[in-house]
């Protein structure tokens, strides 16, 4: 299993950008998906869907950022509009068999990471 993440970058606060996260050689139908971001101790979940097609926002990006997927062509997305400078970081694509446990550090697969910075 494979998430290869795209569409980071530097953007001034306010502007958007769109991850994409594409999923190679993962056989699950159920399973856990989401963009998370690093954090000292623990990934931070910024938006994830779950088995049931339960969509959780981190209350700091609720209303700005939107996270869907495409099936079919097996990719996640995050649009992120109205950005921040607080929103800067390392965000990950993560998947997990199963629902998405409670310790974000359990998540089965990660990508390897695409650097988001805003500029004030």
Known sequence: VRLVESGGGSVDAGGSLRLSCEAFGYPYTSYC?????????????????????????ADSVKGRFTISRDKAK???????????PEDSGMFDCGAHRGKCPLRLTNMEYWGKGILVTISS
Do not use: C
């Open 33 to 57: 998906i989401g963009w998370f971001r690093h954090a000292p101790n623990e990934p931070e979940r910024v938006a994830s869907i779950d088995t049931d097609d339960e969509i959780v926002y």
């Open 74 to 84: 097996h990719t996640l997305y995050l649009q992120m509009d109205k950005l921040k």
